[in-house]
């Protein structure tokens, strides 16, 4: 781990502009400016970062902002800086969540996203998370942060990094996540970092120091999150697993559903998940077993088919480790509706994913339709697999149960996003298996993840209909379009999957008017 920062191209422009505008505001004592927190983290991890918090000392980021407007119109309009920055600046506006206490100033310059804002200190209440906040020192600034690895600075003056909390650099070597200070009062003054800290040791692979993870196991600790932090702030925290903290995490104001998640055994799911994502050494190392063999080429197949190819790799193993915090609610009874012809309501983990973290709309929907397709998904699998492999000869197929065309449109079904819900499901099998048959729940997604895969039915949701409901119209002049059209298109669909290498549309069509009876045609 490098201890030391090399500026890059546009890097370094950003902080000779900042320095000339400091010097712009007094030639003799301009205010001290540095890079602070994530940008320093990650550039000391060897990791680009396009966002940039500039720390200035003893002046406000709306103040040294306008200056930078004063510098950069004293150019002139020719200047390529001026020409580059000042067109975005005559736009910035304060952050009205912070600006209240802060004057932070947002905006993008030569590519970065940069906030300004003051060196401070804060001042916590019982019943806020937001603190006051006035100007302090550059170790006040330090001192006030989540972590010490995010309290380290650079110096735009004397281009060094800053150490300030005295350990933050020894944290990062030991690859520990610590308070700067006391973790219960860290903690009790804003709960929500509680969920950085995990976060951060998520991401980084990195262990809790131990006096912080006792801190956050304290009941009040868990009350203070309840009460102090609002919904949406804890979905926007919510990026890998909250171990520990559950039910205070995802409480929502129906009690009963937001008690009845069965956590007991959910480590087993998010543990076999932080294997399968790829975030384990277990799947480069050497394997000392037939049975240890066996589990790495289940793993491999899992994870190729259901996360996808490089580039859907991270999107889909975000959406895993998402799906998986509500992994204890898949077998959470759905609320029978009061009034007969009532509205179906989202089922329990979607309701909690909604109204427990606030969840977008799409992720709400990929959550109810994942516990929506769990027995589905389960009983074609098991049925593939007691059944032995499906065909694509045309002579075998009619004999074999499920079908290529069964498998085909049981995917269409579950929609575009089924390699989720399949994920979703196979950690919810996981998580409800004794420990030691987990490898046999691995190794039948494998099994039939690969006769999905053999069939090429695995991309049955891109596979363009033969027949389109003109046709069918053509097909069936002396009849409305109604609800029959959609099952006679489904019906369509299903013979095309039957028939691979069929090309002709009449001979789907045909197979409609061979089913007039059953759909009320005849």
């Known amino acids: 781990m490098a ?9 370094e422009k950003l902080r000779q502009l900042l320095l000339k505008v400091s010097k712009h505001v007094n030639k003799d004592s301009g205010p001290q400016l540095r890079f602070t927190g994530g940008w320093v983290r990650d550039k000391l991890l ?32 020719d200047d390529e800086t001026s020409k580059s920055v000042l067109g975005k600046l005559a736009t910035i506006q304060a952050n009205p969540e ?27 209440t019982e019943e806020s998370r937001n603190p006051q906040m006035v ?13 010490t690895i995010n309290a380290l600075f650079y110096n735009l003056h004397t281009s060094e990094v800053e150490d300030l909390t005295g350990r933050g650099l020894e944290d990062m070597k030991r690859r520990i996540i610590k308070t700067p200070l006391d973790p219960y009062q860290t903690f009790m003054d804003d709960p929500l970092r509680v969920l950085r800290a995990i976060r951060f040791a998520s991401r980084l692979g990195w262990e809790i120091d131990v006096g912080d993870e006792r801190a956050m196991s304290d009941q009040k600790i868990h009350e203070a999150f309840k009460h102090k932090i609002t919904r949406e702030r804890v979905g926007i925290e919510l990026t890998k697993m909250l171990e520990g903290l559950y039910h205070t995490v995802f409480s929502m104001l129906n009690d009963e559903i937001s008690q009845s998640a069965r956590t007991e055994n959910w480590k087993q799911a998010y543990e076999e998940l932080h294997v ?36 859907e790799h991270a999107a889909n193993a975000y959406s895993a480790w998402l799906l998986c915090a509500f992994v204890p609610w898949a077998r959470v009874p759905p609320i029978v509706p009061q009034q007969p012809k009532a509205r179906v309501s989202l089922r329990p983990a979607a309701l909690v994913a909604r109204d427990g973290i606030k969840a977008d709309n799409n992720t709400v929907k990929l959550v109810d339709n994942a516990v929506r397709d769990l027995d589905d998904i389960i009983q074609l699998k098991d049925a593939a697999n007691v059944n032995g492999p499906s065909t694509t000869s045309p002579l075998k197929r009619k004999h074999e149960s499920p079908t290529r065309s069964e498998q085909g449109m049981a995917i269409r079904r579950w929609g575009p996003q089924w390699r989720n819900s399949v994920t979703f499901t196979m950690l919810t099998q996981i998580m409800e298996s004794p420990e030691k048959n987990q490898n046999e729940v691995l190794a039948s997604y494998a099994k039939w993840l690969t006769h999905l895969q053999d069939l090429d039915v695995l991309e ?49 069509i045909l197979e409609v008017k061979g089913r007039k009876r059953e759909l009320g045609l005849a």
Request: hydrophobic share 35%; charged share 30%.
């Open 276 to 311: 399968f994502s790829g975030a384990d050494l277990e799947l480069t190392s050497e394997p000392h077993t037939e049975s240890m063999k066996q589990r790495l080429q289940s793993l491999k197949i899992t994870r190729s088919i259901l996360l996808g190819t490089p580039t």
């Open 460 to 508: 049955a949701n891109d596979l363009k209909p033969l027949v389109t409901g003109d046709m069918l119209s053509k097909a069936f002049p002396d009849v409305k379009r109604g609800p029959w059209m959609s099952e006679a298109l489904k019906i369509c669909m299903a013979w095309q999957l039957a028939n691979p290498d069929e090309r002709d549309p009449e001979a789907a």
């Open 135 to 147: 100007s302090g020192t550059p170790t006040e600034d330090a001192l006030r942060r989540d972590a």
């Open 3 to 11: 201890r030391s920062i090399k500026l890059e191209g546009n890097e």
């Open 46 to 77: 060897g990791a680009e970062s396009k966002d940039i918090d500039i720390g200035i000392e003893s002046m406000t980021g709306s103040s040294f902002t306008n200056s930078m407007k004063e510098y950069l119109e004293q150019l002139g309009a």
């Open 98 to 124: 912070k600006s209240k206490h802060l004057e932070t100033v947002t905006t993008k310059i030569f590519g970065f996203d940069v906030d300004f804002v003051n060196l401070r200190k804060e001042t916590y």
